[in-house]
């Protein structure tokens, strides 16, 4: 009898996993240890993006929405985040809350210290899928992980292992023309994507 209620719970927990629509890169196994406080949109740097306010609110957590929308087709477009202090050798994961757009369905999110050292994912809106995650020189153990959360809406992370005491957070829309450690270069889309600048957090985890 112990054996059948067992096996039920397991099946129950092993199906009630796979019915959950969240994608990973790899195994994430850090949990949420520290929080860094990040500022406000308004400090965010953008280069060749426009970010405008939509009138209606998310009715799921009644945050302000935004489209973040390329300016140029021939160079590089990006937000930046700068100047955010760490842990040299800890890791870091930083997501936020993305929906696509009618101009485009990519999203690239990237962690980068001194250049070129990175970890960078690009994220397809559209199907809910990682398209790739890429580490570059000393930023290592990059993993990305993408979670519906309902009405389009996905909440898109990323964690690395930084070598540096200070780092940048740069998001923005890409296209499926652009390399996953390229995915802010010069296209020939001018793409968008709907995003919540307020949802954007960055977490110490445990590895």
């Known amino acids: 009898m112990k ?59 009644n945050k302000q929405l935004f489209i973040l929308s390329r300016t140029s087709t021939t160079k590089t477009a990006y937000a930046s985040v700068n100047n955010i202090p760490v842990e040299m050798g800890n890791y870091y994961r930083t997501s936020i809350l993305v929906k696509k757009d009618g101009l485009g ?31 570059v020189g000393t930023f290592i153990k990059g993993a990305a992980k993408i979670e ?21 957070i740069i998001l923005g829309p890409s296209s499926d023309s652009n390399s996953v450690i390229t995915w802010e270069s010069a296209n020939e889309e001018i793409s968008s994507i709907c995003i919540i600048p307020s949802s954007l957090g960055l977490n110490e985890v445990l590895p």
């Open 148 to 168: 519906d959360m309902g009405e389009g809406w996905y909440k898109c992370s990323l964690t690395a292992k930084t070598n540096t005491e200070i780092i940048k």
């Open 105 to 135: 369905v990519s999203f690239g999110l990237r962690i980068i210290g001194e250049y070129p050292n990175r970890v960078d994912a690009v994220f397809d809106l559209e199907k809910g899928l990682i398209k790739g995650v890429s580490d």
């Open 3 to 61: 054996r059948a209620i067992t096996l039920t719970m397991t099946l129950i927990f092993v199906f009630s996993c796979k019915n959950k629509n969240t994608a990973y890169s790899k195994p994430i196994k850090g949990v949420e240890e520290q929080s860094i406080i990040l500022p406000n949109h308004p400090l965010w740097v953008l280069n060749r993006l426009s970010l405008t306010k939509v009138k209606e609110d998310l009715n799921q957590t």
